[in-house]
């Protein structure tokens, strides 16, 4: 929003005609009326003046990419960023607990084909070793998705 916009928005919220504010700031109507159309813009003690009659900043009236409390939209932006690192955060999270049970699942097969001998069937050892093979690609895809984020 340009400067000559936010002094109409200003002037029309706070109920006064261009003619009432040029009288305010000693200024003709002509004057307001280039300001709100951004032909020409006010001198710097009619901004000071146009501040403390609207009760914004100078920085409000004067940048062109501040909000109303005269903060630049780029904080903004850093509010989205720092919802985009909250939700990486919770993926890496999700991750990390994801790739327990394969960890746990490779755990339990190497103690499984560590004792197979003892149950002495061929099907638990392959059992065992399946379950070993995939609990480990598991485990390695996760790892790969905690580093690259996936």
Known sequence: MTIGEKISKLRKENNYTQEQLAEILNVSRQSVSKWETDLTYPETEKIIALSKLFDCSADYLLKEDADESGREVKVRIVEVDS????????????????????LFGFIVAFFAVKNAERIGSK??????????????????LMGIGIIFEL
Do not use: D
């Open 83 to 102: 919802s985009a690192k909250n939700r990486e955060y919770l993926n890496s999270v999700m991750l990390t607990y994801l790739s327990f049970p394969p």
């Open 123 to 140: 099907k638990m050892k392959i059992l065992s070793f399946v379950g070993m093979a995939v609990s480990l690609i598991l485990t390695a």
